[in-house]
């Protein structure tokens, strides 16, 4: 294995690191200017290696921020955020009195609701409050290396379900917010995702569930999943792997929604706090085994369900779904 102080010695930039398992900070790189495909290649590789990386001192216009995001993928659009009215794939958060911050401070893994969740995410300091809004992040990877050899192998395999439920306080009970939410539950329907996911670039495995979105483990009896979900969502509260950034106006902060998760501070409010962030898209999760059994997840009283089965019970809105004969 080659030295990493010798790899980061070849760099086009200097990295020094933040925390102990992961973050580092990046200097000697002018975002605002265009980068080498060399240059951005090394930023891809030490984004995978540290997981969130930090770029101080960036005097960046939007457009600045938006070519940086794109020499990693195409830029992606959230259908739930404050969306730049011309700029979609831009993402502003302006919050002060009259405009509060809603659902950040919750640990979560960007839009895992989606077949395939961003590669990474770039935030963009522009004003900052005098006291709070600091953003903390946690190491998934650090925290899947340190569950026990057991619990490892236990995980392995399992499949959880995303959606994007808590979004739906968005939509105003009325009918076009019912419409609405019908439109995005269509394009967004609940999605399955490895409880373990291997990075496309280290190899590293993580933990891929999140309380944001994540809502049960596939095929398992509920009792079972709620219980082991909530001991994986309490992975973030080990103090090892957290790291809390403190923001200073014209930062970047770009981290790898593979292996981290991240929550915003609302303790500054009603302060103003103004920021803008892209968010690169990504692949689709995968896991190092295959998806376990049903057998293996769950024992049934009686014999399961069978929509098949001939000899089933017809249910009311089965038949409220019949053709009526005039």
Not at 50 to 63: G, K, W
Not at 134 to 160: P, V
Request: proline share 7%; net charge negative.
């Amino acid at each position: 294995m080659v030295n990493e102080s010798k790899l980061e010695q070849s760099l086009p930039f200097q990295v020094r690191r933040l925390s102990r398992y992961f973050v580092a900070e990046v200097t000697g790189v002018d975002l605002s200017q265009p980068l080498s495909p060399s240059c951005a290649q090394a930023l891809a590789d030490t984004l995978a290696e540290h997981e969130v990386l930090v770029f101080p001192n960036q005097d960046l216009s939007r457009e600045d921020l938006m070519r940086f995001g794109r020499y990693f993928g195409e830029l992606t659009v959230h259908p739930f955020a404050e969306n730049d009215e011309k700029v979609p794939e831009l993402i502003v958060f302006d919050n002060q009195e009259g405009n509060p911050p809603v659902l950040t401070d919750r640990w979560h893994s960007d839009e895992t609701y989606r077949e395939c969740p961003p590669l990474g995410t770039m935030l963009y300091s522009k004003i900052v409050p005098e006291i709070g809004g600091d953003t903390c992040f946690s190491s998934m990877s650090a925290a899947y290396e340190a569950l026990s050899e057991r619990m490892q192998q236990f995980l392995s395999g399992l499949e959880a379900v995303h959606d994007f439920a808590s979004f739906k306080y968005l939509f105003p009970d009325t009918e076009e917010g019912k419409r609405q939410l019908r439109g995005c539950e269509e394009r967004f329907p609940p999605m399955s995702h490895p409880v373990v996911r291997v990075h496309p670039v280290t190899g590293k495995k993580a933990l891929f569930v999140n309380p944001h979105y994540t809502r049960f483990i596939k095929g398992m009896e509920e009792r079972e999943s709620r219980e082991l979900l909530d001991r994986l969502f309490r992975a973030t509260s080990v103090l090892e792997y957290q790291y809390r950034h403190h923001w200073q106006p014209n930062t970047v902060v770009f981290w790898d929604n593979r292996s981290v998760q991240h929550a915003a501070v609302h303790d500054y409010y009603p302060q103003r706090r103004f920021m803008e962030r892209v968010t690169v898209k990504g692949d689709r999760p995968f896991g190092a085994e295959p998806a376990a059994k049903a057998e293996e997840l769950r024992k049934f009283k009686v014999a399961q369900y069978d929509h098949n089965d001939a000899r089933r019970a017809i249910r009311q809105f089965e038949r409220d779904q019949e053709p009526q004969i005039s």
